[in-house]
């Protein structure tokens, strides 16, 4: 098994729960960005810097994946896509997407989509604190023994 982490977005204090799990589970680590992202070093931690775009590190995430990966994102149609390719997505709340809620998670994500572009409803998610720092390392420690590494 392998963690990919769309690191584009991904804040610094999952980025340090990430770095310490890789390093206490020895499990392969890739940071996948459109810019550099310094990792501490490491045997197991690696970052791949892609070309700029549009959902360009989303499409290499998806490519270099493998069924039973993780992929840690908070891009719910990059988790569904990962879903589908028999991997499992976390994202830096500590939500865990599966086969069985994916599609959930996109249609709440369309439908908010859909009131911010009316104007009905504005800004986004609230910020990250401890609490959902704390949830995500957790949730992270939790996939990563039941996968049996």
């Avoid at 810019?35 to 070309?51: D, W």
Wanted: with cysteine; hydrophobic share 40%.
């Amino acid at each position: 098994m392998n963690i990919w982490v769309d690191a584009d977005a991904c804040p610094n204090a999952i980025k340090e729960v990430i770095f310490r799990a890789a390093e206490r589970r020895q499990v392969t680590t890739t940071l996948v960005a459109n810019q550099h992202i310094r990792t501490p070093p490491s045997s197991v931690i690696r970052s791949v810097q892609v070309e700029q775009g549009f959902d360009v590190a989303d499409n290499a995430i998806v490519d270099y994946l493998a069924a039973g990966d993780l992929v840690i994102t908070a891009d719910v149609p990059l988790a569904a896509e990962v879903v589908t390719k028999g991997a499992v997505a976390l994202n830096p709340r500590g939500t865990t997407y599966t086969q069985e809620n994916v599609r959930d998670h996109l249609q709440r994500r369309d439908m908010m989509d859909e009131l911010r572009t009316l104007g009905t409803l504005s800004g986004g998610p609230k910020t990250l604190g401890k609490q959902d720092v704390q949830r995500f390392a957790n949730a992270l420690d939790r996939y990563l023994t039941k996968s049996g590494v």
